[in-house]
Antibody, heavy 120, light 108 residues
Framework: QLQLQESGPGLVKPSETLSLTCTVS?????????WAWIRQPPGKGLEWIGN???????YSNPSLQSRLTISVDASKNQFSLNLRSVTAADTAVYYC?????????????WGQGTLVLVSS | EIVLTQSPGTLSLSPGETATLSCRAS???????LTWYQQKPGQAPRLLIY???DRATGIPDRFSVSGSGTDFTLTISRLEPEDFAVYYC?????????FGQGTKVDIK
């Protein structure tokens, strides 16, 4: 059974880098899947951050692209998110998810989410 | 960027009633480039319906979708207690992929 678990600091200072890791279990990340990050500010809606294929190719939200790095480590069955120069606007629950990316696009399995607060 | 506007913001209904949720796109997204998710308090979103009308694993046939172009509808027939949640639509026709702001279905 596929499970995803986010991990990383819950508090990041403004201007620093937010780093999160998603550990995947139940399926090999090296299989032909895509993996994604989505976030949700407290009390607000969802925002797509970006995706990565197990080959390392990425596709991300243009509004975040200049600050964003998504990477994959197949040996650890993990993928990661680095968001640079954060501000309070980046405070959110961050979810990792498996993405079905083809003719249809949907996030079919989600982690439980991790709250990241950007504050000094 | 395609903006998805969901209405109403909140829908107050009783168990057994039918919920009709709207998702309107700022430009045409075809007939199937929309996905629906359900989110309960403190939980991650859950895939509900994708494609033209494919229900995710475990989603009962009380959930159905219709629409094309810019206007889409999620219908939940015979509301069960576990259906009271927030529902989001999401488009993937153009980048950035965007979500609606959500419709909350709560118990009247």
């Amino acid at each position: 059974q596929l499970q995803l678990q986010e991990s990383g600091p819950g508090l990041v200072k403004p201007s620093e880098t937010l780093s999160l890791t998603c550990t995947v279990s139940g399926v090999s990340i090296g299989m032909t899947y895509y993996w994604a990050w989505i976030r949700q500010p407290p009390g607000k809606g969802l925002e797509w951050i970006g995706n990565i294929h197990n080959s390392g190719s990425t596709y991300s939200n243009p509004s975040l692209q200049s600050r964003l790095t998504i990477s994959v480590d197949a040996s650890k069955n993990q993928f990661s998110l680095n968001l640079r120069s954060v501000t309070a606007a980046d405070t959110a629950v961050y979810y990792c998810a498996r993405l079905w990316f083809g003719e249809l696009v949907f996030f079919d399995s989600w982690g439980q989410g991790t709250l990241v607060l950007v504050s000094s | 960027e395609i903006v998805l506007t969901q209405s109403p913001g909140t829908l107050s209904l009783s168990p057994g009633e039918t919920a009709t949720l709207s998702c309107r796109a700022s430009q045409s997204i075809g007939s199937s480039s929309l996905t629906w998710y359900q989110q309960k308090p403190g939980q991650a979103p859950r895939l509900l319906i994708y494609g033209e009308s494919d229900r995710a694993t475990g989603i009962p046939d009380r959930f159905s979708v219709s629409g094309s172009g810019t206007d889409f509808t999620l219908t939940i027939s015979r509301l069960e207690p576990e259906d009271f949640a927030v529902y989001y639509c999401q488009q993937y026709v153009t980048s950035p992929w965007t979500f609606g702001q959500g419709t909350k279905v709560d118990i009247k």
